[in-house]
């Protein structure tokens, strides 16, 4: 009996900013390290809302922002985990789109419960419940504050 192992393992995380979605990272960082798979670290971006077409340097500019939030907050998950392969991406689109696309084919998308913006009490976030919905693959939720999670990710 031959037992099939998967081209490449790795972990899709969604990254904002957020302390959700920085504890989130942390998360899929260790469980990367314990079942030796790659990580992809996906920061997403909109447009800036205005009538007309936004200029090429505010486009430009929105990207680079983005891509030094996420290279942030990767750099300060992985500084008790350098072997795990971290992956950056920042992407132009919606986030819960971009991060269902990204997580096809990956054994887990890990998520923060909430992230920038919605309504401050409500327990899931639009990106998060959206990926619960209809992913592809299993989910992980990670709430900020939740014990098992900051024990985990000191």
């Known amino acids: 009996m031959s037992r099939e192992i998967p081209a490449e393992r790795r972990i899709v995380v969604g990254v904002d900013g957020s302390p959700s979605s920085e504890q989130a990272l942390r998360w899929a960082v260790r469980q990367a390290e314990l079942t030796h798979a790659a990580v992809d670290a996906v920061i997403c971006w909109l447009y800036p809302t205005m009538y007309g077409r936004a200029p090429a340097s505010v486009d430009r500019e929105s990207g680079l922002v983005a891509g030094k939030i996420l ?28 991060l269902l696309e990204r997580s096809r084919g990956a054994e887990l998308l890990v998520v923060g419960s909430r992230g920038h913006g919605g309504f401050v009490g409500a327990l899931l976030g639009s990106v998060s419940q959206h990926c619960v919905q209809h992913a592809s693959c299993p989910v992980v939720v990670v709430r900020t504050g939740d014990d098992r999670a900051e024990a985990e990710s000191e």
């Open 71 to 98: 290279a942030k907050s990767v750099a300060w998950a992985v500084r008790d985990h350098p072997r795990v392969e971290i992956r950056e991406s920042a992407e132009l689109g919606n986030a819960a789109q971009v």
